[in-house]
C-alpha cells in the first residue's frame, strides 16, 4: 500500500489516545467469514517479530494463515493468528533486503489459495513520484509447493513512465489486477502469468500527483480509492480497458490521505474499509453490493495507545474480526539495514465500531 517519505509523513502524522484492547481469543463456535472453517477471533493484538513493519495484509480464509507484506525488508510473512506464532517468512533473492525494493502488496486469491506479490521500486515513493523509473515486479506464489509460479517485470511494460505501484486483486478467472499510484494505473495479467498489458493509465501521466491507493474486488466489480478527489471509482473487469465510473456517496466527504481499501467477506462485498494513513478507516456501504452508489457511514479512528505513532495503511479481516494493519514509517533504519529496530506490531481490533457505524 502506501509508502511515504520523512517529508510527507510530517503532514500525516497522527497522535493516539485512546486506551488499548483486550489481547485476542477465540470463540467455541465457527466463524462468520463466507467461505471460511476458520475459527472466530477477536482482540487486539502484538505480532513480535523484528522489522516486520507489515504495509498490506491478506487473510487465508482456507488455511487461517495471515499473509503481510513486510515493506522495507521486502519480504512475506506469514503468521498463525491462532497459535500467535511466525509460521515463514519468504525471502527473494536479489530483492529481499535491498534498498532499491519493498514489498508491501499481497493478495490471496480466495479461489486458488494463490498469493500475489507486489515487489515495487523504493525510489517511487521515497521520491513523491519524482523517480518511477525502477524495476516493479508482481509474483505468484504457490503455497502448495512453496514455489513462486512466475514473477513478471511491470517496468518492461510501462517503460519507467509511471509507477509506484502497490494493491493486487484478482477477478473470477484468476487474472491479476495490479494498481499503481504515482499516477493512477492498473495492469492485468493474464492468469496464466504469461501476458502483463496496462489495462488502465490516467491521463496525462503526471508522476507526482498520487492517485489510486488500493483495490477490492466483488465478482467482476472492481472498486479503486483515488486520492486526486478522494473518491471511490468502480471498473468492469469484464472489460478489455478499465474505464473509471465514479461512485457517489452520501454524505460527498471527502476521503483523505487514502491507502488500501477492503470489501470483508462477513459482510458479503457490501460493505467496503478504506484506510486513512493519518486518520482511521472510512466505513461506506453499498446496500445491494452492486457500487454504482453508496452511503457513506463515518470513520473509525486510529486512536489506540498501542498504536501510538503508526499510520493505517490496510483494513484486514481476520476469522470474523476486523483489524487496522499499522505501519511505522518514521523510525530511523538501523545501520546497514533498510527497516528500524522495531519489534513490536500492533492489530487493533476495530470491529465493534464498525458495527456500530452499521447499525
Known amino acids: 500500500m502506501r509508502k511515504i517519505s520523512a517529508s510527507f509523513l510530517a503532514f500525516l502524522s497522527f497522535n493516539a489516545h485512546i486506551a488499548a484492547l483486550a489481547l485476542p481469543k477465540a470463540k467455541p463456535e465457527s466463524a462468520s467469514g463466507r467461505d471460511s472453517k476458520c475459527a472466530p477471533f477477536n482482540g487486539t493484538f502484538t505480532i513480535n517479530q523484528y522489522q516486520l513493519y507489515p504495509e498490506n495484509a491478506d487473510f487465508d480464509f482456507k488455511s487461517c494463515l495471515l499473509y503481510m507484506g513486510s515493506l522495507f525488508n521486502a519480504t512475506v510473512a506469514i503468521y498463525d493468528p491462532y497459535a500467535s506464532k511466525m509460521v515463514d517468512i519468504l525471502t527473494f533473492p536479489n530483492i529481499t533486503h535491498n534498498t532499491a525494493y519493498h514489498i508491501g502488496g499481497v ?58 505501484f502497490q494493491d493486487v486483486e484478482q477477478d473470477p478467472d484468476g487474472n491479476v489486477f495490479v494498481v499503481g499510484s504515482l499516477p493512477s494505473s492498473i495492469m492485468r495479467v493474464d492468469k496464466s502469468g504469461k501476458k502483463v498489458e496496462p489495462w488502465y493509465v490516467a491521463q496525462p501521466i ?33 472489460a478489455e480497458k478499465g474505464t473509471p465510473i465514479a461512485v457517489p456517496h452520501t454524505p460527498n466527504t471527502t476521503i483523505q490521505s487514502s491507502d488500501a481499501i477492503y470489501l470483508p467477506p462477513k459482510y458479503n462485498s457490501k460493505v467496503l474499509l478504506v484506510a486513512e494513513d493519518a486518520f482511521g478507516v472510512s466505513v461506506l456501504r453499498s446496500k445491494d453490493g452492486m457500487w454504482t452508489s453508496a452511503e457513506y457511514l463515518g470513520r473509525v479512528l486510529n486512536n489506540s495507545t498501542i498504536a501510538a505513532g503508526a499510520s493505517v495503511t490496510a483494513p484486514i479481516q481476520i476469522g470474523d474480526s476486523l483489524y487496522m494493519v499499522e505501519e511505522y514509517f518514521g523510525d530511523t533504519p ?20 464498525v458495527e456500530a457505524l452499521l447499525a
Request: proline share 3%; charged share 15%.
Open 206 to 238: 503526471v508522476t507526482t500527483q498520487f492517485g489510486y491507493g488500493g483495490l477490492a474486488a466483488a465478482d467482476w466489480i472492481l472498486l479503486a480509492n483515488d486520492n486526486n478527489g478522494g473518491q471511490i471509482v468502480r471498473f468492469d473487469m469484464h
Open 107 to 164: 493478495g490471496v486469491d480466495r479461489r486458488t489459495g494463490l498469493v500475489s506479490i507486489v515487489v515495487d521500486a523504493a525510489a517511487a515513493f521515497n521520491t513523491n513520484g519524482q523517480d518511477v523509473s525502477g524495476t516493479n515486479l508482481i509474483m505468484q506464489w504457490d503455497p502448495s509447493t512453496k514455489t513462486l509460479a512466475y514473477q513478471l517485470n511491470l517496468t518492461e511494460i510501462t517503460q519507467g513512465k509511471y509507477g509506484g
Open 334 to 353: 538501523v545501520t546497514g539495514s533498510p527497516a528500524g529496530n522495531r519489534s513490536k506490531f500492533p492489530f487493533v481490533d476495530i470491529t465493534k465500531e
